[in-house]
């Protein structure tokens, strides 16, 4: 396996913590603490063109290139809905009492998972609070969707993960203490068939979800937090961005360690890595550093 560093992006004067679809498969943004939402295209990513300004840091974004529709969540728990045709027009609307950690649309929903433990289910076409539940005494911290089994999984402060129907919001199924500390990110694999997470406590987990959640794997994947888990577009590999300022690329079908990428042998991030998007051809990554960079992968699994 190697990896090339195709190039830096600047321009945000703060921490970056969110990265989102841009118009075109070519192009994606991002958002951070300066509250900027900046849409980079892959084909000449020197300068990025700021697409809107929210006046509080942004924590997690959820872009429709095919609703011209952006949606940021900010630390205060207030959600930004940016008409890209008219970004003059964007409203915002205060809904939890603290951050709003992860945004995930599902078909003509959005759900916005707050830091005062509340999951909330937005109308897309209406911008406006459809449902809200109050899952845990703790925060929400990641999302994730399975189509085939039509279930959201939430990872939670309070060690949890549930697994909700994602049309009634029913509970289905708990894993209580999945994590020693909260659980940051979760996310199921392309096949439907394991669900992954990553939590504080720095340990990477997989749950066999034909087998009863059995715990397939739980192995302690990088030194501090583990901030998010993503898939590449051929779901052969996985990669996990961590605060201890490192990223990894994991074989998808065996869970085995591929490529540790750091500062000091790869140029990458100088702080922690918040968040990962691959694109055909790119894994994009962004930092507390202030900075996106732009990676490509090669490995025989892609042959």
Not at 9 to 27: F, I, M, Q, V, W
Not at 203 to 219: F, Y
Request: net charge negative; glycine share 8%.
């Amino acid at each position: 396996m190697s990896i090339q560093h195709l190039h830096t992006c600047t321009g945000h004067s703060g921490a970056l913590y969110a990265l989102g679809a841009g118009r075109d498969e070519r192009r994606l943004i991002s958002a951070g603490s300066d509250g900027w939402i900046v849409e980079w295209n892959l084909d000449d990513p020197e300068t990025g063109q700021l697409v809107a300004s929210v006046d509080t840091q942004v924590f997690s974004l959820a872009s429709l290139p095919q609703r011209n529709l952006i949606v940021a969540g900010t630390m205060n728990g207030g959600l930004h809905w940016i008409d890209r045709d008219a970004p003059e027009r964007t409203r915002g609307i205060q809904h939890h009492n603290k951050s709003v950690y992860d945004l995930l649309a599902v078909d003509d929903s959005l759900f916005s998972a707050g830091g005062d433990g509340v999951l909330g289910r937005w109308s897309l076409e209406t911008g406006r609070i459809a449902e809200s539940l109050h899952l845990s005494n703790q925060a929400l911290r990641g999302l994730a969707f399975s189509p085939a089994r039509r279930e959201l999984a939430v990872g939670a402060s309070d060690h949890a993960i549930y697994l909700l129907d994602v049309d009634t919001l029913a509970i289905r199924r708990t894993i209580p203490a999945a994590h020693q500390n909260s659980v940051f990110t979760v996310a199921y694999s392309p096949d439907d068939r394991y669900l992954l997470s990553g939590g504080r406590d720095a340990h990477l987990k997989v749950w066999d979800m034909e087998q009863e959640l059995s715990l397939v794997l739980d192995q302690p994947a990088h030194w501090f937090t583990v901030n998010h888990i993503a898939f590449s577009p051929d779901g052969r590999l996985f990669a996990t961005a961590s605060r201890d300022k490192t990223f990894k690329i994991w074989d998808a079908a065996s869970f085995e360690l591929l490529l540790v990428v750091d500062t000091l042998r790869h140029g990458s991030h100088i702080n922690s890595v918040n968040r990962l998007r691959w694109l055909p051809g790119c894994l994009a990554t962004c930092s507390d550093d202030r900075t996106m960079m732009l990676w490509s992968i090669t490995s025989s699994l892609q042959a």
